[in-house]
């Protein structure tokens, strides 16, 4: 499965095999500004390099002699089966990474089966996403704006297209201060649009920031618009960002149907936990009233394993599907998932875990933490 | 606010974004003597080293969904409104950084109407600082010297000079030993003089250290003194130097009125205390009884939000305010000012804090430290 | 009986004096794929690495002026006695390290007088091996195939050859992921074969690995395999790749001779324990029912000692072999093990050890673990 | 005092400020073999490396305004006073790094006021010693041969010459294994003698060890040899080597006079406890009943403080005595003693401690060990 031969401008003979040798040939073959939006992180980028380095300190309890000639990786997530517990979490701006962006993105987990959060600030619309894979599990991450027509357009636009439930991003009031975008005046290209906002900030005249007016944002968000959500739709509702017990407390309080637990892949607040640090404690006070998923630092399959037996239903990965996609698209994507998918079976198999339910908390060596 | 573009010379294109920004830019520009009087820490600069250090290893607890449209940063300290808890810590010597050094330092203060505590050893007098920015807010920084008379003189010119409070430095019964001020033989420029000083050390001839007579320090200084201290003026008295519980004990019980919990900038004694690792044992013990605050180690926003959440009442920034000197006087001062307070009016509301009083100890998850 | 001289590529003059320059001349010597076939580690080589770093966290509790002038190294593993308390862990394909591969590795392990466990994916047959050292004190490491018939050949192979024992490799339903061998395309060189695999994977046309089909293990091996195994031989079973207590008990409750604490040299799951680390819960559960022993990381005898401080009955190394090996074949295993006996003889001396029955768990400083 | 110009091959104006100055110009000027010998530690260096960062690891819990203006470094060993609790360790062969060794050595520690242990692998003869530098305070370190004749006959002539306890060094009843010495195929040079053996190994053809023949040490040493030394000297014996609570306590009950907490400079046993990590169950075992001191990995003048606080009633220094002797001989001995004494009083002063009966445990922030 792992012996992919393809052409590559570092090595055209050397095959990519893990997640970092895409991160390595996107580096190299995006422009230094693109690449710059997606791997930073805020400020001193200490929370987004902690996503990372939390797992190396953590150490698995494997089991021996349990008969891992079959194993199956499927789960749910609000009651639709996926092929694996992995899915594609939301990230802006798949155009600038390959020319057809989201759609390509969208193409690759239809045919992995599993599931795309598509982000508000997509380059391709919610229709057009739709249309290109249209018998893939999607969900799709909103933003509220001041102008809260907006928020609801896009509410009925993706319920209009299938998709199946609304990621709230709550970590975000204003934007995180990312250093490199600052020193390279990232801007979207002139040739792509957040199509998602057609039809309401039609004059970006300067005063703009990725792609939507600066400030656009509504800032004043709290727990009781999760009553006004619930009221515009009746799809489930996911927050997304929530990094400790208290807030979860209260979201199943609110009523919700799931977690993300995340912090925006370290851009947001930096100094806040890692993501697979604050799950134990979340998941202890949540105690399975709703699904509790994780984003962040995931590049291998014993990092999936971790999360899961830590008490995550799945992961959803960001930045190595923008990864998939700079290396060769739909392709790429594909490649990315398999190769996760792949590893993550693997370690399962070598934990003596052969299906998802026997991945918990005895797999982990608590006494070395 | 970030996006300033201005002439540099390591490239005259990029934007300084960080305090980190102007540390690079300070280092480029100076003379090695002078900067590296301004970075040195005592001896093998542990402690200098891990006052920063120790932001990275506290992580916050941040909450979402609190409604931050609102955001005020204001404080007061002593009974004087400031526009956030970031004020301007005693550093020597302005006018090598900057022509008309501390006058500049005064103007920027008062411009961003902030706390501006003046040293003993500006290359100002206590008189031109005060014409310079006559509506600023400015604390006096006091050390004792063996002819009383000085430190008398001192108190009288501040208390004229509408300075409103007196900072004693406590931790420098001697100079801490600064390897490289050793190896660069530094004295302060020739043109140069410690103004505070006029009418006293007359005759430097050659036995001088830092711009006053060598060992004219009075090393004999002990508790007793700051009743010596409290019977020449009304001011508030505050501590600077404090790093145990058993010397904040004491401090209250000796009626002054405020504590900076200091290391120096690592300049005294190595093997000291980080200042953010010594606050919280010092806020316990003095229960709110006087004011503490802290310098040391700040460089972004989320350090001055892990400080206040530990319980420091401000803090002060030292070397910044030289890089900032140095880059362009009064502007550079007052952009360092401008973003470290961006940087953690930000962090403020991405952790869900939305006035100074909402900052308190369930920021800081303990579990991790 | 350190200094020794001898040619060298690298500095001909130079000896080599510790494993560490043994593994250097090794990786200047041997063709890069082979090298990395020996070398690599599982995924990001994390439990690899953590597998040294573990000896190094650990602390010695050394004990003075108890008249260490007689030393004696002797142990017995499963009733026969060897010189020291060190064997040579099984490694496949010793003949990519030296012409006559396996045979010099047995010779040397005869001249020492320690155990050596051959390797089903040696490139000398069993017979071979037992004819070239016919004193030597040997066990027999065995996989499980698909098709069982290669198994019970196999052991009956081995019985018939005077091996002594059967160690079952557990943690290996599936190959680890090594990215080298993966990326360098990596296979058995031609002129070589597995030739315990005799008469049974002939046709071997392409869909290889490692010299044997791929996918021909048995990846339903379970804890009721052990009776099946022990339905065929009276030797004693060992099981190789243990690393927690729960299957240690399962262990002891089915009937086995002893445990391998190991997790293949990193090979295998990463993310898994360091082998010392897991060691201490295995022996305080086993509590002396079997023995215990452990490979991976051992590479000074400080190393050997801290093992058998923590309950190890012996340990077992693996790649050093095959860089003695790449040395100057039987006599490079032969001081590989007597530079490593040595030490071992040392650190016992200098911590006032006279026998293996003297060291126990006093010697270690837990209090700084 | 720290403002010294002298020239130096490395840059003449560059004064040498601190202990590693010191080691830089001896590792730049000594012939690598020697340098090696003296810099050398056991195996992987990871104990002579962990002397060093144990004390970075260690918190200072300084106090302020205690009115240090006069300061007391004086203290007494074994009744004895000495201007500041900093001695001479032993070490080998002074004339390898200064043409007169340890007559120079000893000019140095006498016209300092300090303790000098004299080493029994000195290139000197203990009446050279005492005829160089009649009025100073010496002990004499001690091995134990095989030819206890000559154990006999060292201690009668220090008895002879004045020397005020001996000190046995309890850690080398084998040599350790110290990687460079036999790569270098270290030798003392032919010009060289080891003194002390003066009319016992005359005929060191080929198979000798450091000066002496290889194996003369009586490796039977053990603690009925405590009876016979008492037996052969009424001078204080102190124990050297020393690194837990049980040998401690072994020691006093055998009735020694003192013990020095040292793992040879990191040269014995690779793996052991660093020095000042060993010393507080040392410590606290013995209870005042004998002296502790220490040795080992001690840098700067607060080094000296952490041990002092941990309860060493004097710390000895080893290797820098070298550099200053490779520096400038007694001039260069007396700078380092003038050095880290001057920055011990400034680190007692800046934690406010006036003599050395103030300096306890309470100096030490243990919530952050």
Known sequence: MFKIKRP????????????????????????????DYYADGA??????????????????HPRML?????????TTIQGTEISFPIGIAPTAFHCMAWHDGEMSTARAAEAMKTCYIASTYATCSVEEIS??????????????????????????????HGYKAIVLTVDLPYTGKRRNDIRNNFKLPPHLKVKNF??????????EEYGAPANSLDSSISWKDIYWLRSLTQLPIILKGILTKEDAELAVEHGVQGIIVSNHGGRQLDGGPATIDALPE????????????????????????????????????GRPVVWGLAYKGEEGVKEILQILSDEFRLSMALSGCRNISEINRSLIQFSKL
């Open 8 to 35: 590559s401008l570092c090595d055209p003979e050397m095959p990519l095999v893990c997640l970092s040798d895409f991160e390595m040939y996107a580096k190299e073959h995006l422009p230094k500004s693109t690449w």
């Open 43 to 60: 400020d001193e980028c200490c929370t987004r390099d902690d996503n990372l380095m939390a797992y190396k300190r953590i150490r698995l």
């Open 66 to 74: 349990r008969d891992v000639s079959v194993t199956d990786m499927r």
């Open 131 to 160: 249309t290109a894979a249209p018998d893939g599990f999607r969900w799709f991450q909103l933003y509220v704006y001041q102008n809260r027509k907006l928020s609801e357009h896009l509410i009925h636009q993706v319920e209009a």
């Open 198 to 207: 057609n039809g309401f900030f039609e004059e970006l005249n300067g005063n």
């Open 282 to 317: 979340i998941v202890e006070t949540v105690q399975g009233r709703i699904e509790v998923y994780l984003d962040g630092g995931i590049r291998t399959g014993s990092d999936v394993l971790k999360a899961l037996a830590l008490g995550a239903k799945c992961v959803f990965i």
